[in-house]
């Protein structure tokens, strides 16, 4: 097991600093460390490839844990319209043409619903990553695109539990999916608020006691016990770990958490990468470069339509809903997670995973090029478009910088929030209903002791 970890993170390591020089994303890095130590590339695997995915596993827990904890309910309900008109347009319009590919592909309709659920997911580290490198972290629909991806990401876990129900029965029957949608809803919110009462409580009771590595312990405790619960419900281990993450984002100690976790989530991504990139055979991917490039562009092309969309109709600058769809041009950690567990189940076709991973890789590739061409599609579109279109985008351009500095007026003038003021108003009627009640006990209980 140590020679295996050995040649992994040496291999991993290299190859990442090379790309890292050339900058590309380090993901691409540990999927090409992953074929150099496979079985494909030289005929025998370098490391075991049982150890390599029991760690990915592992891998996959804390990747989920970790994007929880980057979920903030505050952060989403300040996007609003943009946020939600945004995701659904995007997830429904890729689920759709998804599906739509994988039938024209002639292939059944679990392989395509598969596919679909793999290519309506952008990736949410290779975005922020592509984003911090462009120096476009303070840019107006950042914010927006943030909201969109914590969305994806949520809709995704969801998907995975849809799936994995689906693939067990084989079938796709519409009554026992809602069902299953509303038993899975029901059991969040219950995790959710339960955890939400107790946990932040108990952490705020030993805060004093909590150094960083009694914290950390704690931390990782709080999400294996979450996966253990939600396997024990029915539901995936990813559920669990996601979950729990959202409910430690609501604490005080989110932020401290989650920059603990980061060198251990950063570890296990790694050889979670790799071990997507040991499935990969090179020769398949000159078998079907022309199904890769096919998927890729359907994967560029909807993206950018159906982002641009749907954040315009969600009320952003068209400038800004072009950034935010030229931004989602790529999947990623999902789409590899969800063709593992169709590869795992046994319900696709071997052939759609080095299809996706490579896909993957080479939109990943291009996405900080795709990026850079956002202003100058945006000025070409803008000259070519007719005078009513271009009427309404200079008049929305004028509405978001209204309603911006309107919503800085307010913040800067206003007290305490509604929802402070709704939360004070609980407290006093709860204490002052309590203080009540105990007054009226003692005088009973005086005028019982009196009587006797």
Not at 52 to 79: D, P, Q, T
Not at 176 to 191: D, H, P, S
Request: charged fraction near 15%; aromatic fraction near 10%.
């Amino acid at each position: 097991m140590v020679h295996d970890l050995y040649i992994l993170m040496i291999t991993a390591g290299i190859v990442s600093l090379l790309f890292k020089l050339l900058k590309q994303p380090v993901v691409l890095g540990y999927i090409v460390a992953g074929v150099l130590v496979g079985p494909n590339l030289f005929g025998e695997n370098l490391v075991s490839h049982e150890n390599v995915e029991a760690w990915g596993n592992i891998g996959v827990l804390f990747v989920l844990f970790c994007i929880g904890l980057e979920f903030r309910l505050k952060n989403l309900f300040s996007s609003g319209k943009v946020a939600a008109v945004g995701a659904v347009t995007i997830i429904g319009g890729m689920l759709l043409l998804g599906y739509g590919v994988g039938r024209f592909s002639l292939l059944d309709n679990m392989n395509s619903l598969f596919l679909a659920a793999m290519l309506c997911m952008s990736s949410t580290t290779i975005v922020m990553k592509a984003i911090d490198e462009a120096g476009l972290s303070k840019a107006r629909f950042v914010k927006g695109a943030t909201s969109i991806l914590i969305i994806e990401d949520i809709v995704a876990v969801v998907l995975l539990v849809l799936l994995s129900s689906i693939a067990v029965k084989n079938s796709f029957e519409g009554a026992e999916l809602l069902n299953k949608v509303g038993v899975l809803v029901i059991t969040l919110a219950v995790w959710f608020v339960v955890g939400i009462l107790i946990i932040p409580t108990l952490l705020r009771k030993v805060r004093n006691y909590l150094n960083d590595e009694t914290l950390i312990i704690l931390a990782l405790g709080l999400c294996l016990g979450m996966v253990l619960t939600a396997e024990e419900a029915g539901f995936s281990s990813a559920l669990g770990a996601f979950v729990m993450g959202m409910v430690l984002a609501e604490t005080l100690e989110a932020h401290r958490i989650e920059k603990l976790m980061a060198p251990l989530k950063n570890v296990f991504a790694a050889i979670f990468f790799v071990s997507v990139g040991m499935m990969i055979n090179p020769s398949s991917l000159v078998t079907y470069w022309d199904s890769i490039l096919f998927v890729s562009l359907v994967i560029i092309v909807g993206m950018i339509v159906f982002g641009t969309l749907g954040c315009w109709w969600g009320g952003e600058t068209m400038k800004d809903a072009m950034s935010t769809g030229f931004s989602f041009v790529q999947i990623g950690e999902f789409s590899f997670i969800i063709a593992g567990l169709g590869s795992n189940l046994g319900v696709t076709d071997p052939v759609i995973y080095p299809i996706i991973v490579a896909a993957s890789v080479l939109t990943t590739f291009l996405t900080p090029y795709i990026m850079k061409a956002t202003i100058p599609c945006y000025d070409f579109f803008y000259k070519h478009a007719s005078d009513k279109l271009r009427a309404k985008i200079d008049q929305r351009e004028k509405d978001v910088e209204a309603a911006e500095k309107a919503a800085a007026l307010a913040t800067e003038e206003q007290g305490p929030s509604t929802a402070d003021k709704v939360r004070h108003a609980v407290r006093k009627t709860y204490i002052t209903k309590h203080v009540v009640d105990l007054f009226i006990r003692n005088m009973t209980e005086n005028d019982q002791k009196h009587e006797d």
